[in-house]
């Protein structure tokens, strides 16, 4: 997705490593913003661990990518809660949660979708659970247990604040008709 017209937002965490507990991985999650159109834009979601890279492509409404920035602006003010960015499927592509305020320890999660089948046929042990966009099959890869410090949220927020202005996608409500969303 790199090209001229493309954002990077990325944010830095760790995690245990398999090498055993207390030796900690560095993380890093991207956000490449592409060419908004309209409401929305395509996000290339990257999870970089040591030598692997997984990423899947996100569909976003500009109101979503709002809503993420302020509550992320909200966690850090707060500390305490939890932000999450949604998918035009109003799936969930990242969560973060406050999990120690006195430490600033912020936990991280989320899934990556690269890929759906359109067919609704599954093994004998539906591994795919819950499934896809109306019971479809597909590939999702899940993670869990990274952690980064609050001090990340303020450059993470300025990024997606940045794409926003730099962008003019709309942040309107997608689902609401001309006359029903208030001025923003």
Not at 53 to 63: F, K, P, R, S, V
Not at 124 to 135: F, G
Not at 156 to 168: H, K, N, V
Request: charged residues 20%; glycine residues 8%.
């Amino acid at each position: 997705m790199s090209n001229e017209t493309s954002q990077l937002v990325t944010r830095a965490c760790e995690a245990e490593s398999d090498r055993g507990p207390g030796q900690s991985s560095p993380v890093n999650i991207e956000l490449e913003f592409g060419e908004a159109v309209g409401d929305h834009v395509n996000v290339c979601t990257r999870l970089r661990i040591e030598h692997r890279t997984l990423e899947a492509l996100h569909t976003h409404y500009g109101m979503d990518i709002l809503n993420f920035a302020d509550s992320l602006v909200g966690l850090r003010d707060r500390m305490e809660g939890t932000a999450r960015l949604l998918d035009w499927d109003e799936n969930v592509v990242l969560c973060l949660t406050v999990i120690d305020s006195g430490r600033g320890r912020v936990a991280i999660g989320g899934q990556l979708v690269p890929a759906i089948f359109w067919t609704k046929v599954a093994s004998q042990d539906n591994l795919l659970n819950p499934r896809l966009l109306d019971d479809q099959g597909g590939i999702r890869i899940a993670f869990e247990g990274l952690v980064a410090d609050q001090s990340y949220l303020s450059p993470m927020i300025a990024g997606l604040r940045l794409f926003l202005a730099e962008s003019r996608i709309s942040i309107r409500n997608p689902m609401l008709g001309p006359f029903d969303n208030p001025s923003i």
